[in-house]
């Protein structure tokens, strides 16, 4: 089964709105954490990512911290754009350092 | 920056055709992945190739092949297509030891 579970979408929010996108995962270790985003008709580009517990990948005005307790990385924005328009998938390190696993993606969308 | 290039963007084919779709990226990355994307679904490996000539089935090889004969391509292989492989088809790379990929813009394929 699928180890990442993000909150399904859409995501509908209105432009300088401020944005929680939930990911928890499942592991036996400490993998790296990613969010990856995909523009409209583009493949999937790295947004940010943590490799450790409480670190906090930020870019572009996003941020998630890596929460061991809770086995989380929830994405935050504190002023969404129009352009910010896209889905976005969480991942983590599989069993090798190079695998990810990832999960089902949140669209988001966001009105003028 | 790295690049990785797909062949078509959008392919349309019949059922029972032959399918190739190309991948080449220009980082010397040893390691490769082809996924396929469908709503609600996210990524899903079919397969990856950690070096010329080797390969590893992903979570969902079935009715796909894959050819690497150089490092820098990656060819996925539809022996004989069928309309459940309409889907967008992503690839990746990844540099050894590292856990970031990068991904191509995706081919979308539509099987009549």
């Known amino acids: 089964g699928n180890s990442v579970t993000q909150m399904e979408g859409p995501v509908t929010l209105s432009e300088e709105a401020f944005l929680t996108i939930n990911c928890t995962y499942t592991a036996t270790g400490y993998p790296s954490l990613f969010w990856y985003v995909q523009y409209p008709g583009e493949g999937l580009q790295l947004l940010l990512k943590?490799?450790?517990?409480?670190d906090k990948g930020s870019n572009k005005g996003f941020e998630a911290t890596y929460r061991k307790e809770t086995t989380s990385f929830h994405l935050e924005k504190g002023s969404v754009q129009v352009s910010d328009s896209a889905v976005y998938f969480c991942a983590r390190g599989g069993d090798s350092s190079y695998k990810l696993i990832f999960g089902s993606g949140t669209r988001l969308l966001v009105r003028p | 920056d790295v690049k990785v290039t797909q062949s078509s963007r959008y392919l349309v084919k019949r059922t029972g055709e032959k399918v190739f779709l190309e991948c080449v990226q220009d980082m010397d990355h040893e390691n490769m992945f082809w996924y396929r994307q469908d709503p609600g679904l996210g990524l899903r490996l079919i397969y990856f190739?950690?070096?010329?000539?080797?390969?590893e089935k992903g979570d969902i090889p079935e009715g796909y092949s894959v050819s690497r004969e150089k490092k820098e391509r990656f060819s996925l292989i539809l022996e004989s297509a069928s309309t459940n492989q309409t889907s967008m088809y992503l690839c990746a790379s990844v540099a050894g030891g590292s856990d970031t990929q990068y991904f191509g813009p995706g081919t979308r394929l539509t099987v009549l």
């Open positions: 190739s950690y070096d010329v000539k080797m390969k």
């Open positions: 943590a490799t450790k517990a409480d």
